[in-house]
């Protein structure tokens, strides 16, 4: 199993500002994964982000608007720029443990006003 | 790259009763199956997988079936509590790939 720390567990954020969402794990992984998830709805994959390589971004997302660093084995960011109310969700970060299982942070939920 | 169909979106069903909810999937090379549990307010948390070398797998109270021919799999959840209520996501993946989710399904015990 995996325990995953993530934060901030919620903000509210003025249009136009950057907000950076921390991901910590007791473990070594491979791969990190970021979700959006909107009250209600399904997971959505944003990227994918490797250690020691660029993050592979899902159709409909950019690297300019959610930077993702993985700086090492144990964490990730993800950066939310330029908000706008759009992008009022909840933002999860995903770590998959011996053959795919997937364990997931507390997530942190996003309004833009 | 996968797609994942769940059905249905909403369920209702007496406590008791047993529920079952359906997935599809495209990519015929996915070989890991998991269900996902969200209580409101939480994290999804793993209830259940499958991977193709098996047909079914059991825990206590929940089952789910897989049928790689047809490309689809199933969670079934037998003498149904309060505490099921939940939203349930199916998903599919390959070894060592990203994980896509069914778009969920909201399963509500009736007293």
């Known amino acids: 199993s995996a325990v995953i720390s993530q934060k901030p567990s919620r903000d509210i954020c003025q249009r136009g500002t950057s907000l950076t969402i921390q991901c910590q794990v007791d473990?070594?992984?491979?791969?990190m994964f970021w979700y959006r998830q909107q009250p209600g709805q399904s997971l959505t994959l944003i990227a994918t982000?490797?250690?020691?390589?660029?993050?592979?971004?899902e159709s409909g997302f950019v690297i300019d608007k959610f930077p993702i660093s993985r700086p090492n084995l144990t964490f990730s960011t993800l950066t939310v720029s330029n908000m706008s109310p759009e992008d009022s969700s909840i933002y999860l970060c995903?770590?998959?443990?011996?053959?795919?299982?997937?364990?997931f942070g507390q997530g942190t939920r996003l309004t833009v006003v | 790259g996968e797609n994942v169909e769940q059905h249905p979106s909403t369920l209702s069903v007496q406590e008791g009763d047993s529920a079952v909810i359906k997935c599809t999937y495209s990519?015929?090379?996915?070989?890991?199956f998991p269900w996902y549990k969200q209580e409101l307010g939480k994290r999804p948390q793993l209830i259940i997988d499958?991977?193709?070398?098996?047909g079914e797998k059991k825990d206590q109270r929940i089952a789910v079936t897989l049928n790689k021919t047809a490309k689809h799999f199933s969670l079934h959840i037998t003498e149904t509590q309060p505490e099921d209520s939940a939203v349930y996501f199916c998903?599919?993946?390959?070894?060592?790939?990203?994980?896509?989710f069914g778009k969920g399904t909201r399963l509500h015990i009736l007293p």
């Open positions: 995903s770590v998959e443990v011996g053959v795919s299982e997937a364990f």
């Open positions: 473990s070594q992984v491979t791969m």
């Open positions: 982000a490797n250690q020691g390589s660029e993050a592979t971004y």
């Open positions: 990519d015929s090379a996915s070989n890991y």
């Open positions: 499958i991977r193709s070398n098996v």
């Open positions: 998903a599919a993946s390959r070894r060592d790939d990203k994980i896509i």
